[in-house]
């Protein structure tokens, strides 16, 4: 750097800090259009990206197509909240792994938003399962006092209700509000405390369930992403002859 130009530099500073000081600027609005992303940008592709995109696909195909076992019936991912056949259904096989890790778990709840899509009757492939877990969620058991459980039922009651396992029986008004929580029959007791098999996700308190933040100690088991617990699961039956069977019983009753 030159002399000269070092003793214009705090010139230059000042001109600059001066006219900074000067500006002020609002938004008057904000303009906006919609790209459609389709056919005519086709002459635009290069064939060199197609040929990659192509090999990639090939070999997706292949890891995605091995068929799992087969679903009884059609669980829809959209049903209501308070009667989600595929949530419950997914709560109980999230049980039932962390029941083998732990005998102590008392339930486990699901968030339905976490279902991506419908669970077709027939074939479940590898990619059916990506498909409906695509997130490399992990099981996490966390210990609740008996007050934080039945927070954590009264926020879902006023969600319209989550995926919870069969153990677990709420009765709910249409407005939101938690009149009766009981596991296995019984009333929750506020003064015990409560294993509970989640996801990681919502055991961070999200999705409206910031009662898991009152967690008094975590647990996240090895080899537990929930997908594949989904997977060796419907692997399971299979190997059994078994479907997977929707579960049907109502666990969450409106009044």
């Not at 609005?29 to 197609?50: A, E, K, N, Q």
């Not at 999230?94 to 009757?121: H, K, M, T």
């Not at 015990?192 to 008094?216: L, P, Q, W």
């Amino acid at each position: 750097m030159s002399l000269a130009f070092r003793q214009l530099l705090p010139a230059i500073a000042l001109i600059l800090s001066l006219h900074s000081c000067g500006a002020h600027y609002s938004l008057v609005r904000i303009d906006g259009t919609s790209v459609p992303v389709d056919s005519v940008f086709d002459p635009l592709i290069s064939g060199r990206v197609t040929e990659i995109i192509g090999d990639y696909q090939s070999d997706l195909a292949e890891e995605m197509s091995p068929v799992l076992g087969t679903s009884a019936a059609v669980m829809l991912s959209a049903a209501p909240r308070d009667y989600n056949v595929l949530a419950n259904t997914v709560a109980d096989i999230l049980r039932d792994a962390a029941s083998g890790i732990d005998e102590d778990v008392a339930f486990a709840v699901i968030n339905v938003g976490g279902l991506r899509c419908d669970l077709p009757a027939g074939p479940i492939s590898v990619g059916t399962a990506f498909e409906l877990l695509p997130f490399t969620n992990t099981m996490c058991i966390v210990t609740l006092h008996g007050d934080a459980v039945l927070e954590l039922f009264g926020q879902i009651a006023l969600m319209g209700g989550e995926g919870v396992s069969e153990d677990v029986n709420l009765t709910v008004t249409a407005d939101g509000r938690l009149l009766d929580a009981r596991i296995d029959g019984v009333p929750v007791d506020g003064d015990a405390d409560y294993r509970v098999a989640t996801i990681d996700f919502v055991a961070e308190g999200n999705d409206g369930m910031t009662a898991f933040k009152k967690a008094s100690g975590q647990f996240y088991p090895d080899d537990c992403l929930f997908r594949d617990i989904f997977i060796r699961h419907v692997r399971r039956l299979a190997s059994h002859g078994q479907a997977l069977q929707p579960k049907t019983d109502r666990r969450i009753f409106v009044k």
